[in-house]
C-alpha cells in the first residue's frame, strides 16, 4: 500500500484563490517533500520540511506537518495559470540506509484563468 | 549543471524486442535512482544505487527488467524482452548523498511504448 496518500485526487481552482493538498503516511518518517511535476516532464522539488518541524514557507508555499496524525499540507497561496501541475508528496523514511523516498499518486491541480 | 540526462526521450518498440534507457546523473551525485510511472500505479522506485552499488532493488518488476551503473557518471535500464505492460514513463533520479533530506533531481524522463 502506499506510503504517502494526497488528497484530493484532483483539484480545480480559480485563478487567484488558494490550493490546498493534503498528504497522509503510514509510517514514522525523517522528513517530508513535496515535488511538482508539469505535464511530460521530470518530478521538481519543491520544499523539504523535517520530522521536527512543523511549518515551513517558501515563496507562495506553505507546509505544515503534523506528526501525531501523521499528516501534511501544502498551500499555494494567490495560484497562478502556471501552477497548474501534479503535486506528489514523499516521505523519507527512517531506516539504515536512508535511501528513497516513497511517492504517493499525486494531487492534479488546474488553475483557471 | 546540465542537470541529470536521459536518453532516449521517446522509444517505440516492438514486444519482444530489447530496449536499454541510459542516465548520466549530475556530476558529483553519488545516488541514483530508477522510477516507473504510469496512470495505474503511478511513481514506482525500480532500484536505487549509492557510489555505484545497488542498494535495493526491490521494485524491479521481474527478471527482464536489470540495471547497471558501471562508473559514477552512466548507468542503464534494460528490459529484455519488452512487453506492452512495459509502456510507461521512466525516470532517472540523482542525489548527492544518501541522506534521504537531500533533493532528489530527475531527468526529463523516457516515454516507453511497446507495441
Known sequence: ???????????????GENAT?????????NNLQWYRQNSGRGLVHLI???????????????????????????????SRAADTASYFCATGLLDNY???????????????? | DAGVI????HEVTEMGQEVTLRCKPISGHNSLFWYRQTMMRGLELLIYFNNNVPIDDSGMPEDRFSAKMPNASFSTLKIQPSEPRD?????????RG????????????TRLLVL
Open chain 1, 1 to 15: 500500500s502506499q506510503q504517502g496518500e494526497e488528497d484530493p485526487q484532483a483539484l480545480s481552482i480559480q485563478e
Open chain 1, 21 to 29: 493538498m493534503n498528504c497522509s503516511y503510514k509510517t514514522s518518517i
Open chain 1, 48 to 78: 523539504l520540511i523535517r520530522s521536527n518541524e512543523r511549518e515551513k514557507h517558501s515563496g507562495r508555499l506553505r507546509v505544515t506537518l503534523d506528526t501525531s496524525k501523521k499528516s501534511s499540507s501544502l498551500l499555494i497561496t494567490a
Open chain 1, 98 to 113: 536512508g535511501q528513497n523516498f516513497v511517492f504517493g499518486p499525486g494531487t492534479r491541480l488546474s488553475v483557471l484563468p
Open chain 2, 6 to 9: 536521459q536518453s532516449p526521450r
Open chain 2, 87 to 95: 509502456s510507461a514513463v521512466y525516470f532517472c533520479a540523482s542525489r
Open chain 2, 98 to 109: 544518501r541522506d534521504s533530506q537531500e533533493t532528489q533531481y530527475f531527468g526529463p524522463g
